[in-house]
């Protein structure tokens, strides 16, 4: 990206009347006193973050505004719904921060710090200040991933890889394509949502980019937006400044409850992401995690509100698909009628359910894959044997 002096000033002052961040609840003067004291309970258990920027795209006055739920903490996340690590990311960690679940892809918890924290997020595990899942000494993942010429997709992710410093980030990306089985480097961050400045300011990462995403070896940016709101002017300069270093963007993101989970939200989401270069590729069924209750849409809701919103969309906003990552894979969920929920995997840990499709008893409170009853005689699996105490009632 390539900016005249001026625009370059324009931009510093930008970042650093938006660049302060915010850790404490109390320190958010938009609360009331009586909110702060509340919500500090709910950020002493789950992290609280977030920088002056994103905080400014709230609307106030409205206390249901969707980018305020996003990062700002909501008192019944203490409720005890959900587990900590819901898709079993444990059961296929290979080494500190490596985790090894489908044969060609391989992801690298390299950093354990976002630029704000989502309230849904499935890995705020990470957050805690006693959990060491994630490593900044990424050094055994690339010996595995050499080891394992069948490895060519790397996806980093956290935390947030582009809280990194670029130093780290480019040592990260030049070890990588060292590895010459490695074809695709995938980022999965929320920056360009949170501090779209962190690329536009930074010439070393782009030259970086232009230097690793190749013409036959790409890195691609799995983007995470969740309302169209977070599309701002330089939210998107951001994206461009990404594209034209080389590198590939889509869109990723769950559905979430107050926030996305309204068809023509999803549309606008959708066609907006299309038209500027970072079409949706999954919206994401919202995993069972820990606090994750106020946040959770049922598996037959969603399905009837992407299904409504791909009605509303147009073009490439149609490749978005409707997914679950269950610990068993990647399953799709195709279509719900009068009486059953129909699943496909598109990636499972098990070769033997590749592929597969699943049919399930229609259940319209079910919020996960471990809550459907098999339709008899179908052949789709039960999982797990032993539901988790805390799911057996469902959300309320
Ligand atoms: S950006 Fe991703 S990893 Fe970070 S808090 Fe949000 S959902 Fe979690």
């Known amino acids: 990206m390539f900016e005249g002096p001026e625009a370059h000033a324009r931009r ?85 921060g490596v985790q090894h ?5 391989v992801l690298l918890l390299c950093n354990e710090v976002c630029g704000a924290y989502c309230r849904y997020c499935f890995r705020k595990r990470l957050f805690a200040s006693e959990n060491d899942e994630a490593s900044n000494d990424i050094s055994a993942g690339l010996d595995y991933i050499a080891d394992h010429p069948e490895v060519t997709n790397v996806l980093l992710t956290g935390g947030d890889p582009l809280l990194m410093s670029t130093r ?13 089985h490695v074809q695709i480097i995938r980022i999965g961050s929320k920056m360009p949502a949170f501090a779209p400045w962190r690329i536009l300011d930074d010439a070393e990462l782009q030259s970086a980019l232009r230097l690793y995403s190749t013409s036959r070896k790409r890195v691609y940016l799995m983007t995470h937006f969740d309302h169209p709101r977070e599309l701002t002017d330089l939210a998107i300069e951001g994206l461009d400044c990404f594209i034209r270093n080389g590198v ?74 409707f997914v679950m990552s269950h610990a068993t894979g990647k399953l ?29 008893r229609r259940d319209d409170r ?11 005689g179908l052949g789709a699996p039960r999982f797990p044997p032993h539901l988790p105490v805390e799911l057996q009632d469902g959300p309320a």
């Open 101 to 105: 679940k489908y044969a060609d892809t």
């Open 248 to 321: 590939i963007c889509t869109n990723q993101c769950p559905l979430i409850r107050g926030v996305n989970d309204d068809a023509r939200v999803l549309a606008e989401l959708f066609r907006k992401l299309s038209f500027v270069g970072c079409p949706p590729y999954y919206l994401f069924q919202c995993r069972p995690t820990l606090g994750n209750e106020p946040y959770t849409v049922p598996i037959v809701r969603g399905w009837q509100l992407f299904k409504e919103a791909m009605h509303l969309g147009s073009g490439l906003a149609w490749r978005a698909r």
């Open 12 to 96: 510093h002052v930008t970042q650093s009347r938006h660049g302060r961040y915010y850790s404490k609840v109390s320190d958010l003067v938009a609360l009331t006193v009586a909110e702060r004291a509340r919500l500090d309970a709910v950020a002493a258990r789950y992290r609280f973050r977030a920088n002056a920027y994103y905080l400014s795209l709230i609307d106030w006055n409205d206390p249901h505004d969707p980018i305020r739920r996003i990062v700002i903490p909501s008192e019944e996340e203490l409720s005890d719904w959900g587990s900590l690590d819901p898709s079993n990311e444990q059961a296929v960690t290979v080494a500190r």
């Open 332 to 360: 799709e969920i195709v279509t719900v009628d009068d009486d059953q929920i129909h699943l496909q995997y598109h990636r499972a840990r098990d070769p033997e359910l590749r592929g597969q499709t699943l049919c399930y």
């Open 366 to 376: 079910a919020c996960w894959l471990d809550e459907l009853e098999p339709v008899a």
């Open 168 to 180: 780290r980030l480019v040592r990260i990306l030049r070890a990588l394509r060292t590895i010459e």
